[in-house]
């Protein structure tokens, strides 16, 4: 990156909109890290609840079916059950966060899904688990598996007839449903993000619209100078910074009313004193008749009317010299300009005069002022 570039890049940073508009984007960066932390503790409890309503909820439909049969069933028998299991197996949906298990003598019978999750296969940790249950029960397990995560069950004890162990198992796992709720988060916060960023953007040139009023105040503060003061920024609302525009407006109303009334007293004290001070000289001359003594404070005194004359003059030039039109360029030749000031300089005095110049072209420049 040049020396250009990095005083571009240092500008735009100073610009006061540039700050304000990091200022947003860095609160808005800080709320949305601080979103991500606080989906965890909103969401997952929020998926959980859900899923161990929809466990009850379905594992009450199977006791109820379950009852059902044992109130038709004519004989319950091992093979009886078998069919029962089967039939039951056959009308369940096949999900991927829902798992329905019918053990017979500590082995798997059926399961929907047919291949399960290591952790449910027996010599699986949440099998173990399972299988040490006594009697109906429901909970939660927490399992190592982060694709399962928290499995929510409940294990109910079936009764055959015989000696045969049935166990019918329910299981929800919150990892699947989980995991979508935070995909759409973190959809939402990519989203997010680009419409902040666009946002951004948007905001950055829509404030520079705004404050276009406080960079013409800028660029209008720099120009005026002595000269001119006519100067006005046009107010374009009723908002703070028209407010603003229109107090400088009149500031420069003020600033401009004070220095025309200062260059009016210059012009007019100029014109005022030059009149008694030519009479003064006048009438000094007119005293030669008086001795050299006198002559001598006489000729002191025309000295410093002069002296006077020549502040005077100053002063009414200092006050054209601030008038915009003061200077007035053009071009003319150089060489013809030379020869106009040698003429008027050899009537000064009886002295040697030469001029010694080749220099050719034009000249831009005042040419009154040059030759006065």
């Given amino acids: 990156m040049g020396f250009t570039d990095r005083l571009n890049v240092k500008k735009l940073l100073g610009e006061t ?64 059950l078998a069919a029962f299991a089967r039939e039951e197996m056959s009308t369940l949906r096949l999900e991927n966060d829902n798992f329905h298990l019918f053990l017979r003598d500590g082995q798997i019978f059926d399961s929907v899904p047919a291949r399960l999750p290591e952790a449910m296969q027996p010599g699986g940790e949440l099998f173990e688990y399972w299988l040490r249950a006594n009697g109906p029960q429901t909970g939660r397990f927490a399992s ?6 928290t499995v929510f069950y409940a294990v109910e004890s079936l009764n055959s007839g015989d000696r045969q162990q049935w166990i019918y198992i329910d299981a929800y796992s919150s990892g699947p449903e989980i995991r979508e709720a935070l995909a759409g988060a973190y959809i939402f916060a990519a989203i997010e993000i680009a419409a902040l960023l666009a946002a951004f953007v948007l905001a950055w040139l829509g404030s520079g619209r705004l404050l276009k009023p406080v960079r013409d ?60 001070i030519t009479i003064a000289m006048g009438h000094l001359d007119l005293l030669t008749h008086l001795e050299a003594e006198d ?15 020549r502040t005077v003059s100053e002063l009414v030039l200092l006050a054209k010299f601030e008038r915009p039109d003061f200077l007035k360029f053009q071009p003319f030749p150089v060489r013809k300009f030379m020869d ?5 300089a050899r009537t000064l005095g009886d002295r040697d005069w030469r001029l010694n110049t080749s220099i050719e072209g034009l000249l831009m420049g005042d040419r009154h002022r040059l030759t006065g």
């Fill in 17 to 80: 909109r540039t700050r304000v508009l990091l200022l947003y984007a860095a609160s808005i960066a800080a709320i949305a890290a601080a979103s991500i932390p606080l989906s965890f503790i909103f969401i997952i409890p929020r998926v959980e609840n859900r899923v161990e309503r929809e466990l009850r909820g379905d594992h009450q439909k199977f006791v109820d079916s379950y009852q059902q049969w044992q109130a038709n069933a004519e004989a319950q028998t091992s093979d009886s």
């Fill in 144 to 149: 190592s598996d982060r694709e399962l995560g």
């Fill in 217 to 276: 105040l800028t660029e209008i503060a720099q120009s005026i100078g002595e000269s001119d003061l006519t100067q006005r920024i046009p107010i374009s609302d009723d908002s703070e910074l028209g407010a603003l525009v229109s107090t400088f407006n009149k500031m420069m109303d003020r600033l401009e009313h004070a220095f025309d009334s200062q260059r009016n007293f210059i012009k007019d004290a100029g014109h005022e004193l030059r009149t008694p």
């Fill in 295 to 309: 002559r001598e404070a006489i000729d002191l005194a025309i000295d410093e009317l002069h002296r006077m004359n």
């Fill in 340 to 344: 106009e000031v040698f003429a008027k």
